[in-house]
């Protein structure tokens, strides 16, 4: 009885450990908090994530993912199943890669949006991923990182289940993207230098068509990309990778505000501050209405809470990233 108790307290000193320990490899790290809200059940609202290359399930989203839950009530996530192969993998392999995530993402969707109808859903994506998200809205096909011959997949109507029932749909830093679109954000921190990522293509540029179906979704879309980042805005000045990964240091809290806005079917001032204001809606969480109350000082704690926590996620994204690149001069994704 007696080693019982002792096996079990181990059992749960372990867990306990464990519940502490974010898992890093493949990185980024990603925290138990964050994995927790993975769920296949029916919910009110249902995150998508489509990661980027070479990275772990759910990727660099699941901090924004976890910030967006935490203003929603019955909230949760899943992962778009694909392998996220980088170029690395071999000639053709992105291609191969980011085709399998658009079909596969388009039949998640459809087939949670049937076996949930009353389910409001929210589609992310980072990188590949990004340019995976936005094949699943308006299709995809053509040349994408290092390989020409991505093949052919539709877009999504959005009159019809599931794309009727996308409410938010967010895309950081895609490969395949277009220049002048109102739903690229444009971001201060880019302007106040000079440019803007809408004077940019990605390192691929959309075709018009895929453009145009995107474009059914610009009222729910929003799509970041600085314009120093080499992935989303080829030809902008002062290009790093920094700039490829920083997204989510910057914008979660923004981005976050957005979404619960949209997804709770609330104005969202764009004026109020960086982050915009929510107003009082019954399944926005008690905690996120205090906040939008004092959204400066919430947003300047969430600042340092940020900064002081995901110092190490954000140590292990640029050394997984730093790791996989043979030289600084050439990036694969
Ligand atoms: C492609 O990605 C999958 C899953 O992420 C991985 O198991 C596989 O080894 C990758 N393929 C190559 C050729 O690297
Ligand atoms: C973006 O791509 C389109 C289509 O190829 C092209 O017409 C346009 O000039 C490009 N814009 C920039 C800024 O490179
Ligand atoms: C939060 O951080 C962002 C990016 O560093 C900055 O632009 C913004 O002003 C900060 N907000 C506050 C309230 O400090």
């Excluded at 302007?191 to 990522?197: F, I, K």
Aim: proline residues 5%; glycine residues 10%.
């Amino acid at each position: 009885m007696k080693s019982i108790i002792a096996a079990a307290l181990l059992t749960a000193a372990v867990l306990a450990q464990d519940d502490n320990n974010p898992t890093c490899s493949p990185g980024p790290c990603v925290s138990p908090e964050v994995t927790a809200l993975e769920s296949s059940e029916c919910q009110q609202y249902h995150v998508f994530i489509a990661r980027g290359s070479d990275s772990g399930y759910p990727g660099h989203l699941g901090p924004l993912v976890k910030e967006i839950c935490d203003g929603l009530e019955d909230c949760g996530y899943e992962n778009i199943v694909y392998p996220a192969n980088s170029s690395y993998a071999g000639p053709g392999m992105w291609c191969k890669s980011a085709y399998i995530g658009a079909t596969a993402g388009q039949e998640q969707l459809k087939s949670y949006a049937e076996k949930c109808p009353d389910s409001k859903l929210i589609l992310t994506g980072f990188s590949q991923g990004g340019s995976v998200a936005l094949d699943i809205l308006g299709g995809g096909g053509g040349p994408g990182f290092h390989c020409e011959d991505q093949q052919d997949s539709p877009p999504l109507d959005r009159n019809e289940v599931p794309g009727s029932h996308i409410v938010a749909a967010l895309v950081f830093g895609a490969v395949v993207r277009a220049a002048d679109q109102e739903y690229t954000v444009e971001l201060e921190r880019t302007l106040s230098a000079g440019q803007s990522a809408r004077e940019f293509n990605g390192t691929q540029t959309r075709r018009p068509e895929s453009v145009e179906a995107v474009n059914a979704y610009a009222d729910i879309l929003r799509e970041y990309c600085n314009a120093k980042d080499p992935v989303c805005a080829k030809g902008g000045a002062d290009a790093s990778v920094d700039e490829h990964l920083n997204y989510f240091d910057l914008y979660n809290g923004d981005a976050a505000k957005w979404t619960i806005a949209k997804a709770t079917g609330q104005d969202f001032e764009e004026e109020e501050s960086s982050g915009g204001q929510l107003r009082g809606n019954d399944n926005i969480k008690e905690s996120s209405k205090t906040a939008s109350g004092t959204a400066s000082a919430t947003s300047m704690e969430q600042n340092a809470t940020e900064s002081a926590t995901s110092g190490a996620v954000t140590f292990a994204s640029f050394s997984w990233l730093l790791a996989a690149l043979p030289a600084l001069a050439c990036v694969a994704l």
